[in-house]
């Protein structure tokens, strides 16, 4: 008696990633595979209720943390991140803290994908894909070195976290504080006490920096701000 095929749900935008993908997919044999290029298309395939759930970090067709929680939602169902290689590794950290799944680099060559959609399926945590892997390596090696540090910041209210790390990010007190809903003195009297909780605790200005500095270069953010919580 043939063995039913499993569901898989393809999530891709690029017409030609994603034809290639359920091409190779579709001839393997084993899968019966949907596909969609957008979250509208995406929902409708979903009502199908796949076995697993290929799923590309891309912000601009897909919410991958929407999606996380739709799979969470429902039991059994298997999780593939699909990543780029140079994908901020503290994003694709906060992903992984989502659900449990497991992440492949995106690529053009779909050869090797039936192999790991059925160690997904079995329960393996995959996870394939030297750039991706080394990066998240990387900066967990930095989170580490700076785990003190980054459990002070985690302990800090809103408004003094906010009141250390506008300035670093470029913007005002006023600014701060229209956006956490506050008058510009609250927010100075925050960073004051923060000053010196970050000084007893034994850090100082420029340790946040240095510290500061190097998430950056680990996630890639140019000048943006690290994630600092």
Same mark, same amino acid.
């Given at each position: 008696m043939r063995k039913p095929k499993t569901a898989v749900l393809f999530l891709e935008?690029?017409?030609?990633?994603?034809?290639?993908?359920?091409?190779?997919?579709? #001839?393997?044999?084993?899968?019966?595979?949907?596909r969609a290029?957008?979250?509208?298309?995406?929902?409708?395939?979903w009502s199908l209720r796949?076995?697993?759930?290929?799923l590309p970090v891309d912000r601009e067709a897909f919410d991958?943390?929407?999606?996380?929680?739709?799979?969470?939602?429902?039991?059994?169902?298997?999780?593939?991140?699909?990543?780029?290689?140079?994908?901020n590794p503290a994003f694709v950290r906060s992903l992984l803290g989502k659900g449990d799944c497991g992440y492949v680099e995106r690529?053009?060559?779909?050869?090797?994908?039936?192999?790991l959609l059925e160690r997904a399926l079995v329960g393996e945590r995959v996870e394939e894909g030297e750039a991706v892997c080394r990066a998240l390596a990387d900066y967990e090696a930095v989170r580490q070195r700076y785990a003190p540090l980054l459990d002070l910041f985690e302990s800090l209210s809103d408004t003094a976290f906010a009141s250390?790390?506008?300035?670093?990010?470029?913007?005002?007190?006023?600014?701060?504080?229209?956006?956490?809903?506050?008058?510009?003195?609250?927010?100075?009297? #925050?960073?004051?006490?923060?000053?010196?909780?970050?000084?007893?605790?034994?850090?100082?200005?420029?340790s946040v920096i240095e510290a500061i500095t190097e998430l950056r270069?680990?996630?890639?953010?140019?000048?943006r701000l690290p994630a600092l919580r």
């Open positions: 935008s690029d017409e030609i990633l994603r034809a290639g993908a359920v091409s190779v997919l579709e #001839a393997d044999g084993r899968f019966s595979v949907g290029r957008n979250a509208a298309e995406a929902r409708l395939e796949p076995a697993l759930l290929v991958p943390y929407a999606w996380l929680a739709l799979a969470k939602g429902r039991p059994g169902v298997k999780v593939l991140l699909v990543l780029d290689p140079d994908e690529t053009s060559d779909a050869a090797a994908l039936p192999a250390l790390v506008g300035p670093l990010a470029g913007d005002s007190d006023a600014e701060t504080a229209e956006r956490l809903s506050r008058v510009v003195r609250s927010v100075r009297d #925050a960073r004051s006490e923060a000053k010196k909780t970050l000084l007893r605790a034994g850090f100082t200005c420029e270069l680990a996630e890639k953010t140019a000048g």
